[in-house]
């Protein structure tokens, strides 16, 4: 079968660092993405893992274990503007299809 | 410039009603994506185009009609829709199917549809 894993909730404080988990089991696997999604809006690209390790971007990393299955987001320096949804997303072997996970919906608070 | 731009906005139409949602991106890309999301769920694929030709329908009713015109454009086309179909329609475009790093899925801004 196919299921993304995600905690549906998380609350931070602005200035502090949040880790967002994903555990995936798809059919196949060719890469896995993030992608954040403010309330009424389309998602926005942040990070795209296909091998394992870490990937820094600014004040965003992500990090893939294919072995583990898992991925998380890590977010710096967190700021009131990264109140959002987090969305992990696997893109299959056979097929060009993300498999989206349903979101993490995060709270920066003052 | 990794814009993919989507028309209309908003959009609200009867259930008799035939209309139809647009989709452009001018990245070279050749790959082009129609997703739909309802409120708190994460997106659906629904089709997938490359190189202006069908790839995948994920089993999507037949009220709902892609079309591809050129490598640039994505239309959807939608007739006697449900009140259910109102959504987010979101398209997306890749620089092709294959995977590797770089190859990586833009969204637009989406359309929201409400179905009365």
């Known amino acids: 079968g196919q299921n993304i894993d995600q905690p549906t909730e998380m609350t931070a404080t602005e200035g502090a660092i949040v880790q967002i988990n994903c555990t995936y089991q798809t059919s196949g696997f060719n890469g896995l993405f993030w992608y954040q999604q403010h309330a009424g809006e389309a998602p926005t690209f942040l990070s795209y893992n296909v091998l394992d390790g870490l990937e820094e971007k600014g004040r965003f990393s992500s990090f893939l274990s294919r072995s583990k299955g898992y991925s998380y987001l890590l977010l710096k320096e967190l700021q009131m503007k990264d109140s959002a949804s987090y969305l992990c997303a696997v893109r299959e072997q056979r097929r060009p299809k993300l498999i989206f996970g349903t979101g993490t919906r995060l709270q920066v608070f003052p | 410039d990794t814009e993919v731009t989507q028309t209309p906005k908003h959009l609200v139409m009867g259930m008799t009603n035939k209309k139809s949602l647009k989709c452009e991106q001018h990245?070279?890309?050749?790959?082009m994506y129609w997703y739909k999301q309802k409120a708190k769920k994460p997106p659906e694929l629904m089709f997938v185009y490359s190189y202006e030709k069908l790839s995948i329908n994920e089993s999507v009713p037949s009220r709902f009609s892609p079309e591809c015109p050129n490598s640039s454009l994505l239309n959807l086309h939608l007739h006697a829709l449900q009140p259910e179909d109102s959504a987010l329609y979101l398209c997306a475009s890749s620089q092709d199917l294959s995977a590797g790093i770089g190859n990586t899925i833009y969204f637009g801004e989406g359309s929201w549809l409400t179905v009365v």
């Open positions: 990245m070279g890309h050749r790959a």
